[in-house]
């Protein structure tokens, strides 16, 4: 049975940073695609970043040189680093794999 298991949301302050993970289990990372979508209230589902089975990232326009997606292979794990947040980024994010798979969700809220 494939779990993914996501940590590391939270309350942070405009331009603070957070790291989110996302665990596997059942499922070798290295082998598909993941992604990390976000929702906002109110809003549809958004792709913000992807890494391919070789590496390859790709990011929504609004979080390039911002965000950065990686990948620790002995882990099993995907992150997803955020710098220089904004309200805008105010979402729950979710990992996936292959859109087959998902995270339970984090809530990321930045405020002042």
């Known amino acids: 049975q494939v779990q993914l298991v996501e940590s590391g949301g939270g309350l942070v302050q405009p331009g603070g940073s957070l790291r989110l993970s996302c665990a596997s289990s059942?499922?070798?990372?290295?082998?598909?695609?993941v992604s990390w979508y976000r929702q906002a209230p109110g809003k549809e589902r958004e792709l913000v970043a992807t890494?391919?089975?070789?590496?390859?990232?790709t990011y929504v326009d609004s979080v390039k040189g911002r965000f950065t997606i990686y990948r620790d292979n002995a882990w099993n794990t995907v992150y997803l680093q955020m710098n220089s947040l904004q309200p805008e980024d105010t979402a729950v994010y979710y990992c996936?794999?292959?859109?087959?798979?998902w995270g339970q969700g984090l809530p990321v809220t930045v405020s002042s």
């Open positions: 996936t794999s292959d859109s087959q798979f």
């Open positions: 059942g499922r070798i990372f290295s082998e598909y695609l």
């Open positions: 890494i391919s089975r070789g590496g390859t990232t």
